[in-house]
């Protein structure tokens, strides 16, 4: 089952796309627990106040684009596949007013504002980063 069905049984909408993103810093956490020096250094910068994000949430975030709203869920790590978890945040397509993906050589800095002046900080794995570049030209027609 695609992660735009098992989005889409949650939200009772048809999804178009789903993206796995994660909060800011998360890819340099990941990397830094990689090497055994990096594990002290990870837990002190895993004690400061994550950056903005959906919901305020820290970790990996699914996010879906259906016909009227943008989504976010936390995710579920799966053994054999990641699904969709608990709703973090749900907004109208039109209260999207800025959606910009930048270039990184394993992540990519994702940064949403919308309407009511609240900007989010994302992260966009570079494996991920296609299908995201696709979910900003349907949600902003560009």
């Known amino acids: 089952m695609s992660m735009e069905s098992k989005v889409a049984a949650k939200t009772n909408e048809s999804i178009s796309l789903a993206v796995v993103v994660s909060s800011k810093g998360m890819g340099k956490k990941m990397m830094m627990t990689a090497g055994v020096a990096g594990q002290a250094i990870a837990s002190a910068t895993m004690n400061k106040k994550a950056p903005t994000s959906p919901g305020e949430h820290s970790g990996y975030i699914v996010m879906a684009l259906g016909p009227s709203k943008l989504s976010f869920f936390k995710m579920k790590r799966g053994l054999l596949s990641n699904s969709p978890g608990d709703l973090l945040v749900e907004v109208p397509r039109e209260s999207v007013t800025n959606y910009a993906i930048g ?40």
């Open 103 to 142: 270039g990184g050589a394993l992540t990519s800095e994702l940064t949403i504002e919308l309407n009511d002046g609240t900007v989010w900080a994302l992260e966009v794995p570079k494996v991920g980063k296609g299908k995201a570049e696709k979910l900003r030209k349907e949600l902003l027609g560009a």
